[in-house]
């Protein structure tokens, strides 16, 4: 029986849901590599203000992907997380992206 306090191991060669939350204002067309996801500002217009991006990543190459995009557009990483990866799975309720 799992240990419902034991964090779930995602495996990094196939497919994850990722939340990404970063400082910034992208205003920019999506690159093809970030067209499944969704964006969503979590605060108000201004310099601090934090963008959330999250979807379905297929393996740790396609996020290193998204990470350098994210990173060549000058937005500064707040975090990362793994939160779910099984399409049916409703760690951090997933599916619904909320939080």
């Avoid at 991006?53 to 990470?67: T, Y």
């Avoid at 557009?73 to 997380?81: N, T």
Wanted: no cysteine; net charge negative; charged share 25%.
């Amino acid at each position: 029986m799992k240990d419902a306090h034991q964090p779930r191991k995602i495996a990094f060669d196939g497919p994850a849901r990722y939340r990404i939350r970063v400082v910034g204002n992208p205003l920019f067309d999506w690159p093809t590599r970030m067209s499944e996801m969704t964006i969503r500002s979590i605060t108000p217009e201004g310099p601090d203000r934090v963008t959330v991006f999250e979807g379905w990543i297929a393996d740790q190459a396609a996020l290193s992907g998204v990470l350098n995009t994210l990173y060549e557009l000058h937005l500064s990483l707040v975090s990362v997380e793994a939160i779910a990866d099984e399409p049916d799975s409703t760690v951090g309720d997933a599916r619904t992206g909320t939080e």
